[in-house]
T-cell receptor, first 114, second 119 residues
Framework: AQSVTQPDIHITVSEGASLELRCNYS??????LFWYVQSPGQGLQLLLK??????LVQGIKGFEAEFKRSQSSFNLRKPSVHWSDAAEYFC????????????FGAGTRLAVHP | DGGITQSPKYLFRKEGQNVTLSCEQN?????MYWYRQDPGQGLRLIYY???????QKGDIAEGYSVSREKKESFPLTVTSAQKNPTAFYLC??????????????????FGNGTRLTVT
């Protein structure tokens, strides 16, 4: 069965520091991978997606993610975090059978210290 | 502006009452979805619909019902059979995978959610 693991429940970084949020997936074929961000009390916004091709994908708000098949990982990175990046981040994988049945990780809540 | 509208933002009900959450989209998307979000559990799929007058159960459909009479609307009813209905409910839409091979696993567009509290 497909699954997504986000090992870090909470992460705190200082403003201006670099950030890496981890995501590991379990999937039997080439996965479709997504990162979404959620501000408190809001819906989810797509940051970036990987379908195929270049394993380093660029997203909105200065985020990027790298697909590593050998490690079954799709970690999200940002070189310099801004206070406005404080939010919850969800990794998701496209489930077998299509129909956009995404499997979401439990999320990582990011806090940013000034 | 195109988007997904969920209403109301907050909803309070007494135990034993059915309640319907509204979801409307003007993105011309064929597919619509309902997710439930609980702290520390991410999002879990309740129901999804690929086309008008058709819908399928997701992973946690028990105690919920939906209808899809119009392309723009996908209301969710939380029935009294749902054991633990208090949660944050998110509606989403997307291009249907049936529309194009390139649309397979196309990104979801989310509404801002409805927080349901049942006491």
């Amino acid at each position: 069965a497909q699954s997504v693991t986000q090992p870090d429940i909470h992460i705190t970084v200082s403003e201006g520091a670099s950030l890496e949020l981890r995501c590991n997936y379990s999937y039997g074929a080439t996965p479709y991978l997504f990162w979404y961000v959620q501000s408190p009390g809001q819906g989810l916004q797509l940051l970036l997606k990987y379908f195929s091709g270049d394993t380093l994908v660029q997203g909105i708000k200065g985020f990027e993610a790298e697909f590593k098949r050998s490690q079954s990982s799709f970690n999200l990175r940002k070189p310099s975090v801004h206070w406005s990046d404080a939010a919850e981040y969800f990794c998701a994988v496209g489930a077998q059978g299509g129909y956009n049945k995404l499997i979401f990780g439990a999320g990582t809540r990011l806090a940013v210290h000034p | 502006d195109g988007g997904i509208t969920q209403s109301p933002k907050y909803l309070f009900r007494k135990e034993g009452q059915n309640v319907t959450l509204s979801c409307e989209q003007n993105l011309n998307h064929d597919a619509m979805y309902w997710y439930r979000q609980d702290p520390g559990q991410g999002l879990r799929l309740i129901y999804y619909s690929q086309i008008v007058n058709d819908f399928q159960k997701g992973d946690i459909a028990e105690g919920y019902s939906v209808s899809r009479e119009k392309k723009e609307s996908f209301p969710l009813t939380v029935t009294s059979a749902q054991k633990n209905p208090t949660a944050f409910y998110l509606c989403a839409s997307s291009i249907s995978p049936a529309a194009s091979r390139r649309s397979y696993n196309s990104p979801l567009h989310f509404g801002n959610g409805t927080r349901l509290t049942v006491t």
